[in-house]
């Protein structure tokens, strides 16, 4: 695809539950970033990868979030014993990893915990 | 990464130039200029960037004063599609770095 892809669009869990998020890329783009929008907020980067490495998870909020890349495309974010507090727009996005090249985010993945 | 100052909110009248400032005084040499917009219910859009020269594509055109202490980023005429929230962002590109968001300028075109 042209974009960033992210799956599901909404997503609603029960509190306690855990959840999955996926990313897909853009195809060559070495690196991928995780962020988490609360309502009438800015974006707050949780998470960078380049390839499969996760070089910087300073902003995952707390041990109940965790991300993954193993091939090096293709990413998860999971959320276990998800929270109320976990309710937010989860982005990623994707660049070549040289220069300047921007960031190029996806839509988000809607995140209701009830 | 250094901190950016913008107004909170501006209104722009459609058809005309809409220019939005950010005030970035403590930049250092190797960090770039990023402007994103975000309209309601998409991610980010990424619009320009630069460093030290001015920059126009397709979307905008991007003024850096030659301290590099502040920018201006300029729509030549704005649509009523181009109401969001506008993101100036610095970012040291020395190790493919992250983007940290501010809160932004909410831009209003109105009829």
């Known amino acids: 695809g042209a974009g960033v892809s992210q799956s599901p669009r909404y997503k609603v869990a029960k509190r306690g539950q855990d959840v999955a998020l996926r990313c897909d890329p853009i195809s060559g783009h070495v690196s991928l970033f995780w962020y988490q929008q609360a309502l009438g907020q800015g974006p707050e980067f949780l998470t960078y990868?380049?390839?499969?490495?996760?070089?910087?998870k300073s902003g995952l909020p707390s041990d109940r979030f965790f991300a993954e890349r193993p091939e090096g495309s293709v990413s998860t974010l999971k959320i276990q014993r998800t929270q109320q507090e976990d309710s937010a727009v989860y982005l990623c996005a994707s660049s070549l990893n040289r220069g300047s090249s921007p960031l190029h985010f996806g839509n988000g993945t809607r995140l209701t915990v009830t | 990464d250094a901190k950016t100052t913008q107004p909170t909110s501006m209104d722009c009248a459609e058809g005309r130039a809409a220019n939005l400032p950010c005030n970035h005084s403590t930049i250092s040499g190797n960090e770039y200029v990023y402007w994103y917009r975000q309209i309601h219910s998409q991610g980010p859009q990424y619009i320009i960037h630069g460093l030290k020269n001015n920059e126009t594509n397709e979307m905008a055109s991007l003024i850096i004063t030659e301290d590099r202490k502040s920018s201006t980023l300029i729509l030549p005429h704005a649509t009523l599609r181009d109401t969001a929230v506008y993101y100036c962002?610095?970012?040291?590109?020395?190790?493919?770095?992250?983007?940290?968001f501010g809160t932004g300028t909410r831009l209003q075109v109105t009829l």
């Open positions: 962002i610095v970012r040291d590109t020395g190790t493919a770095s992250k983007l940290t």
């Open positions: 990868f380049q390839n499969e490495a996760q070089l910087d």
